[in-house]
């Protein structure tokens, strides 16, 4: 993997994750998702700070746009480490395997290639976390011609966060019992997942009712 997926226009992204190759894959397209729902928190900021209905709320605005670029940022970032990371999962894989030394070397590759592999998704879901607290915390402040933005940030970050649950749920069986990151990424993803449903559901009806 040679270029930046992050850098590529929309249309080529999206087709690039149409092909057989799988990567970019679902792990990038999470982290893509959850950094469009940072953006999305950013716009709505920018579309109500400075207006004198929210000139209460300005420091927790300022608060929620400053926490919103560096989400974007990470995320953005993370959607190319997933990429990158993969890689090295299918590159550790093709290893070759004919001797016992063979084996034991790719097994350590692997195995290695996998943690990272883990780690990306893992940290996409815990930021994309924080997004959805952002969309949260905008959703009573924002103003009302743009509430809507504020529902689609937070749809897409719950979207990253589930997407990236996934990503790491499907690579746990590939690590070792013994292995610290397995349990750590397994309680990472029963914390960002707890309570999810039903704070998706209090933000829909925070924008809901805004709507009118």
């Known amino acids: 993997m040679d270029d930046q997926i992050t850098e590529l226009p929309a249309r080529e992204l999206v087709e690039r994750l149409a092909t057989s190759d799988p990567i970019p894959g679902g792990g990038s397209a999470a982290a893509i998702a959850g950094a469009m729902g940072a953006a999305l928190v950013?716009?709505?900021?920018?579309?109500t700070s400075g207006r004198p209905a929210a000139a209460e709320s300005e420091p927790?605005?300022?608060?929620?746009a400053v926490a919103a670029v560096n989400c974007q940022s990470e995320l953005l970032n993370l959607a190319q480490l997933d990429a990158a990371a993969y890689d090295g999962v299918v590159r550790a894989r093709?290893?070759?395997?004919?001797t016992e030394r063979d084996q034991q070397a790719r097994a350590v590759q692997v195995a290695a290639a996998?943690?990272?592999a883990t780690r990306a998704p893992m940290h996409?879901?815990?930021?994309?976390?924080?997004?959805?607290?952002?969309?949260?915390?905008?959703?009573?402040?924002?103003?009302?011609n743009a509430i809507s933005?504020?529902?689609?940030?937070?749809?897409?970050?719950?979207?990253?966060?589930?997407?990236?649950?996934?990503?790491?749920?499907?690579?746990?069986?590939?690590?070792g019992e013994d292995e610290p990151i397995r349990a750590e990424a397994s309680d990472e993803v029963d914390r960002v997942l707890a309570g999810l449903d039903e704070r998706e559901r209090k933000i829909r009806a925070a924008v809901e009712e805004r709507l009118g």
């Open 42 to 47: 950013r716009m709505v900021v920018a579309l």
């Open 60 to 64: 927790e605005l300022t608060e929620i």
């Open 94 to 98: 093709r290893l070759p395997k004919e």
């Open 114 to 116: 996998t943690r990272e």
């Open 124 to 144: 996409t879901a815990r930021v994309a976390n924080d997004v959805l607290g952002l969309a949260e915390r905008l959703a009573p402040l924002g103003n009302r």
């Open 149 to 175: 933005d504020v529902g689609v940030a937070a749809l897409l970050a719950a979207a990253a966060i589930r997407g990236a649950a996934l990503n790491v749920r499907i690579n746990l069986p590939s690590l």
